[in-house]
């Protein structure tokens, strides 16, 4: 795998990485910025767990794709991304439009787009 692709990748990745982490470790200081309201220890339970996890699933993914130049994990932090993009679609057409959600749907289409281009340019090679 190329150097340039890699160090493409890990830019992709880190802020899911950030994000993942400052989640699972300080879920207070992100609930602003998630637009959630957790209710008691269950709910930073699963903003610590189910959010951060998510994040940090798909970041770690793509790092391991890179650092054991296997893109198929390429292709599972694709999926996970588009799992998560079709659901906020879905929250669009079915809770109401809200600005606030466009950059992060954006992010993960662009970022899954991009995780299956460089799957099926680096499986031809």
Do not use: C, H
């Not at 890179?66 to 906020?88: D, P, S, Y």
């Amino acid at each position: 795998m190329q150097k340039g692709l890699k160090i493409f990748v890990i830019v992709l990745a880190l802020p899911v990485i950030v994000l993942g982490i400052k989640t699972m470790f300080d879920p207070i200081s992100m609930i602003t910025r998630w637009g959630m309201d957790p209710v008691g220890n269950t709910g930073l339970n699963s903003l610590r767990s189910m959010v951060a996890g998510i994040l940090l699933g798909g970041g770690v993914m793509m790092t391991l794709g890179v650092w054991k130049e296997n893109t198929t994990w390429f292709l599972a932090a694709a999926l996970l991304m588009l799992i998560v993009a079709f659901g906020r679609l879905l929250s669009f057409g079915l809770d109401g439009f809200d600005s606030a959600s466009i950059p992060p749907t954006v992010y993960e289409i662009v970022a899954a787009s991009v995780m299956i281009f460089l799957d099926r340019k680096l499986s031809k090679s």
